[in-house]
């Protein structure tokens, strides 16, 4: 199955800052796109001009079976700060269903059984905490803009870090839904604004279309009992920015797996400054 990735650099440089993707983020990158060309399909890097750059720089372009510059085209109308990981809605906006759709920093390690999957599957299901999920009144519109009254504000949001695709009008209305929010926000905060566009309404147009959820593992899998066919460093990045040891260890493991997997790759190391110490 086709699959796909996304980096949008506006987030890290409309502040007039310089691009840069972390070592443990560009390794998990490596490792993702490696072990789903090997298990599970093709898979393409939907970026923007100064993304590729980075990446080709790096001699990193070849992970994937292709790579594009779709993100040149995102709307103006989008605040980058508050919607950090609107990429990953425009890459699936400018592509066909049935699509994986999978974080840089997540790593399926197995074959998965596409012919299998209904038509929406995901990593699993969020709680809806209302620090997190807000009720509706605590959103901040642009004047005349009215929310969809067929959206179902009590179904649980679900998590998008990986997740398969495969209804072409899911996908059509879920894109739509989620630009037209994210075109009329008003309101500046990166967490409740973002994760409503991309993981709630998500769940909603799938309640909304008549569709079922099927997740894949759960929250406590990933992250307590040892998952073994899936792997999100989400929740660990924070805590390897703090600890030297830690951010090192998880490195030199990732190195090591892609010397043994992909030996091929192994002198492309040398063209990734951040990687430098490691080596």
Same mark, same amino acid.
């Given at each position: 199955?086709?699959?796909?990735? *996304? ?14 993707? &972390? ?8 490792? *993702? ?18 993304? @590729?750059?980075? @990446? ?24 980058? &700060? ?20 999978? =974080? ?14 209904? $038509? ?5 299901? &969020?709680?809806?905490? *209302? ?6 009144? &605590? ?12 959206? $179902? ?71 307590? $009992? ?17 600890? =030297?040891?830690?951010?090192? =260890? ?27 110490? @490691?080596?």
């Amino acid at each position: 199955m086709q699959a796909l990735h *996304s980096t949008w650099s506006k987030p890290r440089t409309s502040s007039g800052g310089e691009f840069y993707i &972390e070592d443990f983020d560009l390794l998990s990158t490596i490792l *993702s796109a490696l072990k789903w060309r090997e298990k599970n399909g093709t898979i393409k890097m939907v970026t923007d001009s100064v993304g @590729y750059e980075f @990446y080709k720089s790096r001699g990193m372009c070849n992970i994937w079976n292709g790579i594009t510059t779709e993100l040149d085209g995102i709307s103006t109308d989008i605040d980058p &700060e508050t919607f950090w990981a609107a990429g990953k809605l425009f890459a699936l906006k400018n592509n066909d269903a049935p699509v994986a759709v999978i =974080d840089t920093d997540f790593i399926v390690w197995d074959r998965l059984a596409f012919d299998k999957l209904p $038509d929406l599957t995901v990593i699993h299901k &969020e709680e809806l905490y *209302s620090d997190i999920y807000p009720d509706i009144s &605590e959103f901040k519109m642009k004047r005349g803009f009215v929310f969809d009254p067929n959206l $179902d504000w009590h179904i649980n949001p679900v998590n998008s870090a990986f997740y398969v695709i495969k209804n072409t009008t899911l996908k059509q209305l879920y894109v739509n839904q989620a630009l037209l929010f994210m075109e009329n926000a008003d309101g500046r905060d990166p967490v409740t604004y973002m994760v409503f566009a991309e993981q709630r309404l998500l769940a909603m147009c799938a309640r909304m279309s008549g569709i079922e959820i099927k997740e894949l593992s759960s929250l406590t899998r990933l992250f307590e $009992d040892g998952e073994r066919y899936f792997t999100h460093i989400w929740g660990m990045k924070e805590q390897m920015r703090k600890s =030297d040891t830690l951010r090192r =260890d998880f490195c030199l493991r990732c190195i090591d797996r892609i010397k043994t997997d992909f030996p091929d790759f192994s002198d492309n190391f040398s063209k990734i400054p951040e990687l430098e110490s @490691y080596l």
